[in-house]
T-cell receptor, first 117, second 115 residues
Framework: ETGVTQTPRHLVMGMTNKKSLKCEQH?????MYWYKQSAKKPLELMFV???????ENNSVPSRFSPECPNSSHLFLHLHTLQPEDSALYLC????????????????FGEGSRLTVL | GDSVTQMEGPVTLSEEAFLTINCTYT??????LFWYVQYPGEGLQLLLK?????DKGSNKGFEATYRKETTSFHLEKGSVQVSDSAVYFC??????????????FGSGTRLSIRP
């Protein structure tokens, strides 16, 4: 149990569907992240939220839409996805190193395995 | 820009063998260094970390020493077990005091241990 919970763990959707991935952290962190992990590719950072503001958007297609309503919750809204979007989507949280003085290491959820048909 | 390079896998060893997974980095500042592990069907977990030169991180029998002179952070374990089979990621956090952690990951090394 890492303190970061992702739901659903598995999701199958068609290209015309709209679905959402949810992430919740119980660690009191103030930064949250979405990563994409595809087979035989490095981890891709998609979005970063710090203090509920988006601070990074790494050229992610608009069919992925993040939402961070508060520091404990993060969503990834999905619509009109492509088969190449099938991957493991990992959520992570950290404490802002600037405020905590720590190293800002990430705590990951177990991921949501997405399959786009 | 900053980067992490780690040895490509897969690495296959027999149980009780000695393990080394090489990791080197490039960074403009003074990064913190990490090893993360991903067991099958799970997310990444922090295995160990080091925050300054000559620091040694250790956990579960694994060790890695922050070598500034060689810009390396090699992962070692003296005697591996079947349960160590996983994917291992080397990573750095640079700069350490940004508004949100920006961690750069290596490509991962898959380790398989034979009984």
């Amino acid at each position: 149990e890492t303190g970061v919970t992702q739901t659903p763990r598995h999701l199958v959707m068609g290209m015309t569907n709209k679905k959402s991935l949810k992430c919740e952290q119980h660690l009191g962190h103030n930064a949250m992240y979405w990563y994409k992990q595809s087979a035989k590719k490095p981890l891709e950072l998609m979005f970063v939220y710090s203090l509920e503001e988006r601070v990074e958007n790494n050229s992610v297609p608009s069919r992925f839409s993040p939402e961070c309503p508060n520091s404990s919750h993060l969503f990834l809204h999905l619509h009109t996805l492509q088969p190449e979007d099938s991957a493991l989507y990992l959520c992570a949280s950290s404490q802002d190193a600037r405020t905590s003085g720590g190293t800002g290491e990430l705590f990951f959820g177990e991921g949501s395995r997405l399959t786009v048909l | 820009g900053d980067s992490v390079t780690q040895m490509e896998g897969p690495v296959t060893l027999s149980e009780e063998a000695f393990l080394t997974i090489n990791c080197t980095y490039t960074a403009t500042g003074y990064p913190s260094l990490f090893w993360y592990v991903q067991y099958p069907g799970e997310g990444l977990q922090l295995l160990l970390k080091a925050t300054k030169a000559d620091d040694k991180g250790s956990n579960k029998g694994f060790e890695a020493t922050y070598r500034k002179e060689t810009t390396s952070f090699h992962l070692e374990k003296g005697s591996v077990q079947v349960s160590d089979s996983a994917v291992y990621f080397c990573a750095l956090s640079d700069p350490p005091y940004s508004s949100a952690s920006k961690i750069i990951f290596g490509s991962g090394t898959r380790l398989s241990i034979r009984p």
